[in-house]
């Protein structure tokens, strides 16, 4: 089971980057865009990373507990990454699947009045969920490292 940990390392690292690139890249780039299409392209974010992250983040989760396991030496490292993962999805179900939920229906014909204020919210939020993810990628990378 040597390779769980560098599996485990891998997959949480990649769900970080994307998570990072979404807030701080993708998400800044759609709003600069002209605002049909930025809103468009919200829209179609929100269905493709609607399919794909619930998985990315329940597998990552389930590696995470695999790897402290494993690794005894590091286990209560990697149940406390495995614990804010696990903070990070109740965070997102709770709070940011409701928006994203609506939001990945929008069109510039049928946006809400107030979606400059859900986005902002959804943003706030995703930011808060990065920080949590990223401190558990840091401390699942040192238990793996051990």
């Known amino acids: 089971m040597e390779w769980l940990p560098i599996v ?11 998570e990072l690139s979404v807030a701080f890249v993708i998400n800044p780039i759609f709003d600069r865009l ?3 299409v930025g809103v468009t392209a919200r ?12 998985f990315w983040y329940i597998t990552s989760t389930l590696l995470v507990a ?13 149940w406390t990454a495995a614990g804010l993962l696990l903070v990070s ?27 400059r204020d859900q986005k902002r919210r ?7 969920r990065v920080v949590v993810i ?5 401390l699942v990378t040192v238990a793996a490292a051990r």
């Not at 695999?66 to 990697?78: D, E, H, K, L, S």
């Not at 959804?122 to 808060?128: E, K, P, Q, T």
């Not at 990223?134 to 840091?138: G, L, M, P, Y």
């Open 66 to 78: 695999g790897t402290a396991m494993v690794q005894p030496a590091a286990a209560a490292v990697a």
């Open 134 to 138: 990223v401190a558990a990628f840091a």
């Open 43 to 54: 829209s179609e974010g929100a269905r493709m990373l609607g399919r794909l992250m619930p």
């Open 89 to 115: 999805v109740v965070m997102s179900v709770a709070l940011l699947v409701p928006i994203n939920n609506r939001s990945k229906t929008w069109t510039p014909e049928t946006v809400p009045a107030d979606w």
């Open 8 to 18: 485990t390392v891998v997959v949480v690292g990649l769900m970080v980057g994307v």
């Open 34 to 36: 002209p605002e049909d």
């Open 122 to 128: 959804w943003d706030g939020l995703h930011v808060v």
